[in-house]
Structures are given as structure tokens and as C-alpha cells.
């Protein structure tokens, strides 16, 4: 498939096999909720679009995003030591994304925010389907991680699902592959590779509900002699189809709806995440947190991403069990409203 949307104007539906060689949005039939059609300004305002990457091992915790909301570009980053708890995090917002920019082929191009000495940068190149995180920051911070879905082979969860009334939303998931490169902060100095980390990537770009929340989690590791990913949500991609799967050693394996018991005013006591056919049962147990609040009014977000260990099962079915065994991972609570 080269584009999303189609002659018509509307979208292609489903699971895909591969991504989309671009999220042409503004070819899409844009209407309001009464069936009146929008223009092009309504489109740029109405359309988001992020990506996401990050770095999973027992040394090093890391993660990465970037977001195009229209009316401002958002950029964070952080890096956490799990054996002495520190950790360093920043948080960049540039009014109608200025200093940002956002390629709209999920396999290529480049996503990047600039703020004074700073740079975020997520390179996506298509002959490989390498993914490359390059991270330059103003206190001597930098970051320059990669991962190739082709070495060894691997099935990405690629989807589109309409949402509310007049709305779509892509998304394209990567957890459980080998990661490779350097990270030199006031942390430490680290080989990836030598860490045997693991990488975890999302690209998701559409029309989104006005006011919407979701539920996340994701895991990357090795569990026994098989490498393992998991990624679960509840909130976003839901109609018609969930992106809900695991992948073992790059296989993608889908799971049904998932549910996310927690205490929202507690976020770091543990949370049960388990799936309706079985197949995921999970404990979550947090070991630290990133968190944004933003209120301007037509802008707002309440963000937590925490990171921690995993302890449960996975029941592929017809397979033996995969014991889950203090993997880490993320859980995301998010409230947003653009």
C-alpha cells in the first residue's frame, strides 16, 4: 500500500501486513460531525502525530518522543539507572512546533525537534527498516541508539482503526528486538550492546478523539531462549480492531481487548494487566516515573509514563507457556485533550 488514504478520500481499514508508504492526511475527506466538509486549515489543526522510542535493559532505562499537535511541538526525554535511581529527564514545548519537523512515511524520514543546544532526532530509513534515535542535549547528554526490523526478521503491528465520528488513527508498534549503540551522560557511559538491550518504537499519526485517554503497556526482553515484546493498550485503537499483540522471536502474535486494573492516584503501587482470551496475565511493579502536566486551556495533558518489572504469562495458543519473570517495561496512564 503507498498511501493511507485512498482516491475517495477515506482511509484504509485493518492490520496490515506492512506500513503504509505515507500517512497522506491531508488527501483524506475531512468532515465535521454534522457531515460538513472541512478544509485544509482544519486538517493541520485536527491532525497529531508522534513517535516514540525506547531502550529496555537491567542497566539502563531510557525513552524518547516527539509529538506534532498543531499547535505546539513536544519533545521529552529521559534516561533512568535502576541500581542507584537516578535519573535525568527534559522536556522541550515549542509553540506551533516551531524549530520541529515530522516526516509523514512511517519506514523513512526524519523527525526532529531543535531547541537552543539541544536536539531530538528519529530517523526512520526504509531499504533497512532501521530505526535511529540520536539524542544531543546541552549538558553533554547524548544518546545514539539503533535497531533493524530485518536482523534477525521481525513482524511489526502496523493498523489503522477509525475512531469517533470523523477520525482515524495509525499506529505502528516494534517491542522485542536488539538494540545497538552509546550513551554517555552524568549516568555513566554505556555500550548497548554490551548491556544486551532491548528497543521498543511507536509511530502514530491521525485524528484523534478532542478529548481521549488510554492505557499502555510494553515489555522487551528475553524470556528463556525466546526473545519477547509485548504491547497492550486501551483507549486509542479499538474500533473494529485492537492493536493488541506480543511477538515472539519477531513473530507477531495477536491478543484480544486488554484490561488495565490500577490506582490512578497511586500510580506506582502495582497494576494488573490481562487480556479478555488469556492469553496475557501480568503483574506490574513500578520502579520509576516520567510525568508531564499541561493545562493552556485548548491544550492539556496529564501524562504519566512509569517504568518497572513484569511478573505473569503469556498463553500463545496451541504453544507452551512463556513465563514473564521480572522483564521491564513501561505502563503509560494519559489524559490529553487538543
Known sequence: MDRLIQANGQPHYGIFPRAPGAINYRDFDFRSPMGRRLGALAKWRRFHQFQYFGLISEQLIGGCALANLSLAGIGFVYLFHPASGRMIERQF??????????????????????????????ENHASSLEKRLLVELDDGTRIDACFSETEPAFQPMCIN????????????????????????????DFDLAQLEAFAHHDWSAGYMRPETHWNWA????????????????????????????????????????????????????PWQISSHDGQVDLRFEARGLHQERLNLGILASNFKQIFGQFKGVLRPVGRA????????????????KW
Open 93 to 122: 514545548k515549542l509553540p506551533l512546533g516551531l524549530g520541529t519537523r515530522f516526516s509523514q512515511q512511517p519506514n523513512a524520514g526524519v523527525c526532529e525537534l531543535r531547541s537552543g543546544g539541544n536536539l531530538l532526532r528519529l
Open 161 to 188: 482503526t477509525p475512531t469517533a465520528v470523523n477520525g482515524w488513527v495509525y499506529a505502528q508498534k516494534v517491542a522485542g528486538v536488539r538494540c545497538t549503540g552509546q550513551v554517555s551522560s552524568a549516568l555513566g
Open 218 to 269: 510494553c515489555l522487551s526482553g528475553q524470556a528463556g531462549a525466546q526473545r519477547v515484546g509485548l504491547n497492550l493498550s486501551c483507549g486509542v485503537n479499538e474500533t473494529s480492531f485492537t492493536e493488541n499483540c506480543y511477538w515472539l522471536d519477531g513473530e507477531l502474535i495477536k491478543v484480544d481487548t486488554a484490561r488495565f486494573a490500577f490506582d490512578r492516584d497511586q500510580p506506582l503501587q
Open 321 to 336: 507457556a512463556v513465563p514473564i519473570d521480572n522483564l521491564w517495561g513501561f505502563v503509560e496512564d494519559q489524559y490529553v
